[in-house]
Every structure is written in structure tokens, then in C-alpha cells.
């Protein structure tokens, strides 16, 4: 295979507007190909040598990775693409990596563009939202694992802080796609009863409260007990009070979701 010369052929504005359009075409590989790439990773592809405009309005996805190495977001791998060719002499696949430390913030930054389009999809984190309002444990539950699987790396949750603080900021970046007015009175780490509830949030006009309390364990452990702990703490430390205080609030749902590594299980409990 000859020698890919990664020159940049559009301007940085003009390339970068490109690369933000293909992502709401991406496939959910090409989104692992992206934590891939920040993971310090090489990905490979079919390059397309002979990129033009028409090809970008096709959003073809080989394309896409074609786009970003002829724009100088990527660089050539060139142990791995030799690597890959040699073991088969009839593929022209090409191995490429991220440049530089600034692309990987870039790369970042796309991947959390990607993951708000797909709550805002359809109103995805509404219906979250909703369903949390009514106490549909189920529906939350299976969410949250689709997209666990699709924008979690275990990466991400092998680090020395706790690993509720991660789970706790997946939660919030769902619930901070919201429609406007969707959610009232949101907080983090709210000062509730002889504590700190993780979360809590009510409807527009206040009537319904939902009081979410989030435990992490390690791959492989049993989730139920851990979820079902996450519910007593938040009724022994009286994290509902100042919700049952106010006479609007007409339902209260409190919910215990415990993590580990891409999997969740949700428990709940009416306290009003």
C-alpha cells in the first residue's frame, strides 16, 4: 500500500462544520471507535483516497474516518496498517491514531455531542424523566443500560475517585437534555433531611418529586441489594422531608440505582 500523505485540504472552519454534520449519522461502532481513539487506541477503516464534497453529502461512515485523516484530525498508524495488509494481501484497510493531545480533547468534545443527540432524539431524556415521575423502574432501568453500553468505557470508571461520581455525572449529562421546563428545582448533592441526596428534581409545576440515591460496585456484583440499600438510606436519612413539607408535591418517588461497569439495576419505592 503507497504512502498517505495527510495533507489538510479544507480549511479548519470548513472541515470542522463537516466533521460535526456526519455525527448524528455515526453508527454506535463508529461512537466505540471514537472512546477507541481517546483511549489512546488505533482504529482502522477503507480509506477513501479521493474525498470531495459530494462524497461528504453521502455520510457515508468510512468516509467520515477518510474525513478526518485527510483534515489532519487522525494520523497514519503505519506499523498497524502494515500489520493489517500483510496478513491479508487483497485488503486496503489503514491503521490511524489520534496526532496529539488537543485532537483528543476534540475527539472528547464530539463524543459529547454525540451522546446529548441521542437524548434529545425522540425527547429519550423526557421520557426518562417521566417515567421516573410515575414510577416505571423498568423502563429507567433498560435506558440506562442501552446507553451504558454505548457511552460507558470501563476506562473512564477505573479511576481513584469513586466510582458513584462518575455514574453521578452519566446521570446528570441524561437529565441535562431536558426539555426546557421539564424538570423544576434540580439539585446535586442536595442538603435533605441528615444529608445529601445525589438527586433530586420535581415536575413544572412541582407536583411530582423524584429522590435518586446512586451506589457503584465492582463488574460482576449483585446489584439488587446494593439498589434496594441506596432506598433505605434515603428514607433513614429523611431525605424526603423537605418534599413532603410542601402540600403541592402530590407523589414522591425515591430511587435507588446502583452501577457496575455497562450494567445498572433500578429499585423504587413510593413514599407518597
Known amino acids: 500500500m503507497s504512502k498517505v500523505k495527510a495533507n489538510n485540504y479544507w480549511a479548519t472552519s470548513t472541515s470542522s462544520h463537516a466533521v460535526y454534520e456526519y455525527l448524528g449519522y455515526l453508527t454506535d461502532t463508529d461512537t466505540q471507535k471514537m472512546q477507541d481513539l481517546v483511549d489512546g487506541k488505533s482504529i482502522s477503516f477503507k480509506l477513501n483516497d479521493s474525498m470531495n464534497y459530494d462524497c461528504l453529502s453521502k455520510h457515508i461512515p468510512n468516509d467520515f474516518w477518510s474525513l478526518l485523516l485527510h483534515t489532519g484530525y487522525l494520523t497514519v498508524d503505519w506499523d498497524k496498517t502494515d500489520t493489517l495488509?500483510?496478513?491479508?494481501?487483497?485488503a486496503d484497510d489503514i491503521a490511524v491514531k489520534l496526532p496529539n493531545l488537543e485532537i483528543k480533547d476534540c475527539f472528547r468534545e464530539n463524543i459529547q455531542k454525540r451522546f446529548n443527540s441521542f437524548f434529545k432524539k425522540d425527547n429519550l431524556a423526557d421520557k426518562i424523566a417521566n417515567a421516573l415521575f410515575i414510577g416505571d423502574s423498568e423502563y429507567v432501568q433498560s435506558q440506562l443500560r442501552t446507553y451504558l453500553k454505548k457511552f460507558v468505557s470501563i476506562r473512564d470508571t477505573a479511576t481513584k475517585a469513586p466510582k458513584e461520581n462518575y455514574y453521578h455525572g452519566f446521570l446528570n449529562g441524561v437529565f441535562t437534555n431536558c426539555s426546557n421546563d421539564f424538570l423544576t428545582?434540580?439539585?446535586?448533592?442536595?442538603?435533605?433531611?441528615?444529608?445529601?441526596?445525589?438527586?433530586?428534581?420535581?415536575?413544572?409545576?412541582?407536583?411530582?418529586?423524584?429522590?435518586?440515591?446512586?451506589?457503584?460496585?465492582?463488574?460482576?456484583s449483585d446489584l439488587i441489594p446494593l439498589s434496594e440499600n441506596a432506598i433505605k438510606q434515603v428514607e433513614n436519612k429523611d431525605y424526603a422531608v423537605p418534599f413532603?413539607?410542601?402540600?403541592?408535591?402530590?407523589?414522591?418517588?425515591a430511587y435507588g440505582i446502583a452501577f457496575s461497569g455497562k450494567n445498572c439495576f433500578v429499585s423504587v419505592k413510593k413514599i407518597k
Open 244 to 253: 413532603l413539607q410542601n402540600s403541592m408535591t402530590q407523589s414522591i418517588f
Open 85 to 90: 495488509n500483510s496478513e491479508d494481501s487483497s
Open 185 to 220: 428545582e434540580y439539585h446535586s448533592n442536595y442538603e435533605a433531611g441528615d444529608g445529601y441526596a445525589d438527586i433530586t428534581f420535581k415536575s413544572e409545576y412541582s407536583e411530582k418529586a423524584v429522590i435518586i440515591e446512586i451506589k457503584a460496585a465492582p463488574v460482576g
